[in-house]
T-cell receptor
Framework: AQTVTQSQPEMSVQEAETVTLSCTYDTSENNYYLFWYKQPPSRQMILVIRQEAYKQQNATENRFSVNFQKAAKSFSLKISDSQLGDTAMYFCAFMKHFGGYNKLIFGAGTRLAVHP | KAGVTQTPRYLIKTRGQQVTLSCSPISGHRSVSWYQQTPGQGLQFLFEYFSETQRNKGNFPGRFSGRQFSNSRSEMNVSTLELGDSALYLC???????????????FGEGSRLTVL
């Protein structure tokens, strides 16, 4: 069975600074997706960034980037130039690439507060 | 393009009652999955439907059931409600496996169920 662990329940950062959220996972699968989802206080979950396990290059989306270490089963999220709108719960999630259909395994989440 | 629509947004029930929640996926999405979100257990997968068939089921008792209609709309039902069923129920839609599926799920805003 797959598990996802987020060891930082809460983090805070000053506006314009950089913050890194940690995530580790455990799986015996070789092909899978990893995701970071954001859930703002209004509750709707939205995708921040996605990484396919077979790709060695780390994914980047504007101010968001990941550090994907497949051997270490680590998948951290770096937010650069933090903005007040980044305040939210962030969930790391795992999905098998084939055969598992669209089932996400979520970590417990990290509550990020961005302060002015 | 309209997003994932969940109804009702809020509801209050008493123990022993049953409840039905509805989810309309993004147009063209044929896969619908449901998640339960609670402070204690986090985000947990309930089930996934594709082509009116349940493809995947999480570790929940039989009181939790669902179905999908030919237009891809989905409902989930919880019978004999317990206090512990109080949660935010999230629906997510996605392309079917094989349809250029990137693994991304699109979430609705959720249905907040309170059981008294």
């Amino acid at each position: 069975a797959q598990t996802v662990t987020q060891s930082q329940p809460e983090m805070s950062v000053q506006e314009a600074e950089t913050v890194t959220l940690s995530c580790t996972y455990d799986t015996s699968e070789n092909n899978y997706y990893l995701f970071w989802y954001k859930q703002p206080p209004s509750r709707q979950m939205i995708l921040v960034i996605r990484q396919e396990a077979y790709k060695q290059q780390n994914a980047t989306e504007n101010r968001f980037s990941v550090n994907f270490q497949k051997a270490a089963k680590s998948f951290s999220l770096k937010i650069s130039d933090s903005q007040l709108g980044d305040t939210a719960m962030y969930f790391c999630a795992f999905m098998k690439h084939f055969g598992g259909y669209n089932k996400l395994i979520f970590g417990a989440g990290t509550r990020l507060a961005v302060h002015p | 393009k309209a997003g994932v629509t969940q109804t009702p947004r809020y509801l209050i029930k008493t123990r022993g009652q049953q409840v039905t929640l509805s989810c309309s996926p993004i147009s063209g999405h044929r896969s619908v999955s449901w998640y339960q979100q609670t402070p204690g257990q986090g985000l947990q997968f309930l089930f996934e439907y594709f082509s009116e068939t349940q493809r995947n089921k999480g570790n929940f008792p039989g009181r939790f059931s669902g179905r999908q209609f030919s237009n891809s709309r989905s409902e989930m039902n919880v019978s004999t409600l317990e206090l512990g069923d109080s949660a935010l129920y999230l629906c997510a839609s996605s392309l079917a496996p094989g349809q250029a599926n990137t693994g991304e799920l699109f979430f609705g805003e959720g249905s907040r169920l309170t059981v008294l």
